[in-house]
């Protein structure tokens, strides 16, 4: 005799209401969670940028002005808190003015060429040109040579007996330079070291503006009659003025913390014999590892801090407000 198993239903549902308000607080609970992802996943995605910039940037600007209010040695490490005594005896010393004034004028000799022949630079390389891969990799080059090579270089070619400029000068008939001697011409080989190397790497970045610009813009221009010139004027440098800003407050924040082009500049490394080209991060150099004395060398470091941010914000300002003036007109 077969048996045949009957599937039994499922017991009716005893209290509706339960199981409606439990769908209804999880589908609350979902989309709970849906708003907090909405809200907290762009803050999650970009959190390991702010963890590695308080890791390796904020933490040692904020231990640095920690140190600047101590006396602090190298061998004692931590001593007594000074305050501000550090600050006063360094803005007291001729040597942090000098190192000032060395600073900003190689940083002017060097920064505004550096801009002008980048932007020449990137239309050259804009233009039709055959092999222009191979000229674009070539303007690189300069940027992965080793800062310290290019010094060494730089330096035999500068230098005031048999180096190469010299004696170029002296072939067709002019005086040697002093470039080691002259405070305005160690600023100039030294600034040349600094166009050398980073001019390239700025015209990449005008070059990729450039042909972000629409072509449309210069078939127009052509069609009312302007030329090459009058477009590079007219069109391209108005369309590269966010660029412009970008590199002139990336160039301003380098330009005033050259430390590698001016060190190897000579064997001593102290910037000449009387500090002629001896600037702030090399003074900064000088007080933490040659006088052993950490507080001042902070210091100095959260001084020279100020004027970045300052120069910074005064470049910004000054651009923005030009190119304000010009979308105007």
């Known amino acids: ?64 002005a920690w140190v600047s209010l101590h006396s602090w040695n190298l061998i004692g490490g931590q001593g007594d808190f000074t305050g501000l005594e550090n600050y006063a005896f360094v803005l007291a010393q001729p040597f942090f003015w000098n190192a000032v004034g060395n600073t900003f004028s190689i940083f002017l000799l060097s920064s505004v060429p550096q801009v002008v022949l980048a932007i020449a630079i990137a239309a050259v390389l804009d233009a039709n040109l055959r092999a222009r891969t191979f000229w674009r990799m070539g303007v690189l080059v300069p940027f992965v040579v080793a800062p310290v090579a290019v010094g060494l270089i730089f330096n035999n070619l500068f230098a005031d007996q048999a180096g190469l400029v010299n004696e170029i000068l ?72 966010p660029t412009i800003i970008f590199v002139v407050i990336t160039a301003t924040i380098g330009g005033l913390q050259i430390f590698d082009e001016a060190r190897v500049f000579d064997q001593a490394g102290l910037g000449g014999a009387d500090r002629q080209w001896q600037t702030l991060t090399m003074y900064i150099w000088e007080l933490g590892w040659g006088q052993r004395n950490f507080g001042r060398a902070s210091a100095v470091a959260w001084l020279l801090f100020l004027i970045i941010v300052v120069i910074a914000m005064a470049n910004f300002l000054i651009t923005r407000r030009i190119a304000t003036q010009g979308g105007r007109r």
């Open 170 to 241: 002296t072939g067709i008939g002019l005086d040697p330079v002093r470039w080691h001697s002259d405070s305005l011409a160690s600023h100039a080989a030294i600034a040349t070291m600094v166009n050398f190397r980073w001019t390239g790497y700025n015209a990449l970045i005008f070059l990729a503006a450039m042909q972000a610009v629409p072509r449309d813009v210069y078939e127009a221009a052509t069609i009312d009659g302007a030329g090459r010139l009058r477009q590079f004027f007219s069109v391209t440098v108005p369309m590269l003025r």
């Open 1 to 64: 005799m077969a048996v045949t198993d009957r599937v039994q239903p499922p017991p009716p549902d005893t209290n509706p209401r339960a199981s409606r308000g439990t769908s209804v607080k999880r589908l609350a609970f979902s989309q709970k969670v849906s708003k907090w992802d909405v809200k907290l996943s762009p803050y999650l995605y970009i959190s390991p940028f702010f963890l590695l910039f308080a890791i390796t940037g904020l933490f040692p600007l904020l231990y640095t």
